[in-house]
């Protein structure tokens, strides 16, 4: 028990000094957008982090389709293999949640081969769910990020909406 009082004051100490150089570091992520989404669906809406930033496009006709954009200068820590894919399906009049395994999928993101899996199976009211694995992009000036990408849209969505992204400095 001391010992969680005697490091816990290091622990506050430890995340405050991350946060000032994060700071710093922030400025130079390059950020990763959709033309194309902003064209579609108008302007993302943007939301600054300790780490970083979050940009989210959405469908105006359609809440069943998004992009998110988390970039970050920090690795963000994934998987090492595709989880099953979480869904619900109705039987005897119950939903019942169902896992169904998968395979990687691969698409070109800015010149890049990424990773993306299926998250979610479509759910009440809710379209079919990707993400990506971390991926670092380095802008031509050098800065560099990290990017995890969500996609609440179809498997061939997620692929053309991945391939229309590109980095700004």
């Known amino acids: 028990m001391r010992f969680i009082f005697f490091a816990l004051p290091?622990?506050?100490?430890?995340?405050?000094?991350?946060?000032?150089?994060?700071?710093?570091e922030q400025?130079?992520?390059?950020?990763?957008?959709?033309s194309t989404r902003e064209?579609?669906?108008?302007?993302?809406?943007?939301?600054?982090?300790?780490?970083?930033?979050?940009?989210?496009?959405e469908n105006p006709q359609n809440r069943s389709e998004s992009l998110t954009i988390k970039g970050s200068?920090?690795?963000?820590?994934?998987l090492t293999y595709p989880p099953d894919i979480k869904g619900e399906k109705l039987v005897d009049g119950k939903m019942i949640e169902t896992r169904t395994p998968q395979?990687?999928?691969?698409?070109k993101v800015a010149g890049k081969n990424i990773y993306f899996y299926q998250s979610?199976?479509?759910?009440?009211?809710?379209?079919?769910?990707?993400?990506?694995?971390c991926t670092n992009f380095q802008a031509p000036?050098?800065?560099?990020?990290?990017?995890?990408?969500?996609i609440e849209g179809t498997k061939n969505q997620?692929?053309?909406?991945?391939?229309?992204?590109?980095?700004r400095h």
Not at 103 to 107: E, G, I, L, P, R
Not at 158 to 167: D, P, V
Request: proline content about 5%; overall charge positive; hydrophobic content about 35%.
């Open 73 to 78: 200068p920090n690795f963000f820590f994934g």
């Open 10 to 24: 290091l622990l506050v100490l430890s995340s405050c000094s991350q946060s000032s150089s994060t700071s710093t």
């Open 27 to 34: 400025k130079n992520i390059p950020v990763l957008k959709s």
């Open 158 to 167: 997620a692929q053309q909406w991945l391939s229309e992204l590109n980095l």
């Open 103 to 107: 395979v990687w999928q691969k698409t």
């Open 141 to 150: 000036n050098g800065a560099e990020g990290f990017y995890l990408i969500e």
């Open 120 to 133: 979610h199976f479509p759910m009440r009211g809710r379209g079919p769910r990707f993400k990506t694995l």
């Open 39 to 57: 064209t579609s669906w108008g302007k993302a809406k943007k939301s600054q982090s300790a780490d970083g930033y979050e940009l989210s496009y």
